[in-house]
């Protein structure tokens, strides 16, 4: 079982991308869903996290009030909106879901059971 990442691209500073991931429809709304992101040398690193029924996220400090994430259920998908990207936004961006007991956890990456095989995001001019 595999989560599907998609979106992806080659970007300037300052623009914008759209990342979906769709999501096994068993999943619905019994887990969270995290978006991951690594960089070449780098280790993996949480990025956002929406809760199973849309009511709550959280986000890495350094993307927060650039970065949304967003879900809708009845389509299985889930959506990490990202605006004024910089170099530094560059990375293989990966999603994740977790049983919605371990929202509180939602940084840990072993409490993520089933993950998207990436998509890559390069910022550069």
């Known amino acids: 079982v595999q989560l599907q990442a998609s979106g992806g691209g080659l970007v300037q500073p300052g623009g914008s991308l759209r990342l979906s991931c769709a999501v096994p429809?068993?999943?619905?709304?019994?887990?969270?869903i995290g978006w991951y992101h690594q960089a070449p040398g780098k280790e993996r690193e949480f990025v956002a996290v929406i809760s199973g029924y849309g009511a709550s996220t959280d986000y890495l400090d350094s993307v927060k009030g650039r970065f949304t994430i967003s879900r809708d259920n009845d389509k299985n998908t889930v959506w990490l909106q990202m605006k004024s990207l910089k170099p530094e936004d560059t990375a293989v961006y990966y999603c994740?879901?977790?049983?919605?007991?371990?929202?509180?956890?939602?940084?840990?990456?072993?409490?993520?059971?089933?993950w998207g095989q990436g998509t890559l995001v390069t910022v550069s001019s």
């Open positions: 994740a879901a977790a049983p919605r007991r371990y929202y509180s956890d939602y940084t840990n990456g072993a409490r993520y059971d089933y």
């Open positions: 429809g068993f999943i619905s709304d019994y887990y969270a």
